[in-house]
């Protein structure tokens, strides 16, 4: 505290504050250590984070460095050096020191529910927030390997696949007990689109050059292009709200269910119409006796999303309807329709989904699960 007191004296009296990297094990200076500060506001195109500085540690181990750069934040900053694990953490910090633990390599393979590999997929572990800068990454090649040279012993690892379900809290020492074990690591992705949102005003114009995130997990953004076009990341189950940044204004539009392909048409300046109402029942036919029935969401254009199969008070105008989901008895499904003030009932006929394999090993009295679903890889201890 009175380090980092003297710090803050130093640096209004006009001297910069600074930083001083130390290894983890002994408390001594690490010399060569990249320090990159990067923003969380981004910059267009399709930038999200954003380097504004690069600085490396001298012979004591510190640098100085500026909590803005031509202008803007420095909000995060990524610490590197071979042979250290790589880690993010918040530029106020940075004050407080940074100590890097050693680096082991891990290598193993992304691939999908048939064992095919997957390819390009981001590997990284967690920033200092959801949406930071990432601290040691990697991507898998075309053969789906990856290998990491930056990770910690220990910690979690996301995998962000383009075309796949994303996974997250991997347990890193559980991933290298299995690689120790078998000689390498299966991670399973489970095939799903990503998510292309385009964005509309109230007129039904494209809405060009706007900041759009999903708070799914895990967390992406990008920004629209000159027709309104975004490109996300898929989401786990098809859940996520997107959140738009219209100049100073931000705007939040109800993603709920998004559609099975991918494809999501977002109107948040779209007027509400609260002068009419009307009644939906959507009756599910059971594939078979004793099935349980679907999960039944109808996704309103007012914004507005409702998990039931007989609504009354609907707002009335386009909606969707979805039936089921993934790695559930039933497969996903969507139907558009029209609410009107008239009472309609929808008929949707069930669909079987294909049946998962879950295997279970016993390892040094550990359960340890492992379930190639949509929500990724799922451990656990025997108690």
Request: hydrophobic residues 45%.
């Amino acid at each position: 505290m009175i380090l980092a007191g003297l710090a803050l004296l130093c640096a209004s009296a006009g001297e910069s504050p600074r930083l001083r990297v130390v290894d983890a094990r002994d408390g001594r200076p690490i010399v060569g250590a990249t320090v990159e500060l990067w923003t969380e506001d981004g910059v267009r195109p399709r930038i999200v984070a954003t380097r504004l500085a690069t600085l490396r540690t001298g012979a004591d181990g510190t640098s100085s460095f500026e909590y803005k750069i031509d202008g803007v934040r420095a909000d995060v900053a990524r610490v590197t050096r071979p042979g250290f694990a790589s880690v993010s953490v918040s530029s106020g910090d940075l004050e407080d020191g940074v100590a890097l633990e050693p680096a082991l390599p891990l290598t193993g393979r992304v691939v999908d529910l048939e064992g095919l590999p997957v390819a390009n997929a981001r590997l990284f572990t967690p920033g200092m927030c959801r949406h930071a800068v990432a601290g040691a990454e990697a991507r898998s090649g075309p053969d789906g390997v990856f290998r990491f040279e930056d990770l910690g012993a220990d910690g979690e690892l996301h995998v962000a696949p383009e075309a796949h379900t994303p996974l997250e809290s991997l347990a890193v020492a559980t991933l290298r007990r299995l690689a120790a074990r078998d000689g390498s690591v299966d991670v399973f992705v489970a095939p799903r689109a990503p998510i292309r949102v385009r964005m509309l005003d109230r007129d039904g114009r494209p809405m060009p050059q706007r900041r759009v995130h999903s708070n799914a997990e895990l967390f992406a953004a990008a920004w629209t292009d000159h027709d309104g076009w975004a490109l996300l990341p898929p989401v786990a189950q098809g859940e996520a709200t997107l959140t738009v940044f219209d100049g100073e204004e931000e705007l939040q539009v109800d993603g709920s269910f998004v559609p099975r392909d991918g494809i999501f048409v977002a109107q948040p300046f779209a007027h509400r119409r609260s002068d009419a109402a009307g009644r939906l029942t959507v009756l599910a036919q059971l594939a078979a006796a004793g099935t349980p029935p679907p999960s039944v969401v109808v996704f309103a254009r007012d914004g507005a999303h409702h998990q039931a199969t007989d609504l009354a008070g609907i707002a009335t105008g386009p909606a969707t309807v979805f039936v089921g989901q993934d790695f559930s008895p039933w497969r996903e499904q969507r139907r558009q329709l029209e609410v009107t003030e008239e009472p309609q009932t929808v008929v949707v006929d069930a669909l079987p989904s294909r049946r998962v394999r879950v295997l279970l090993t016993r390892d040094d009295h550990e359960l340890l699960v492992i379930q190639a679903a949509s929500t990724g890889w799922v451990t656990g201890s025997d108690a």
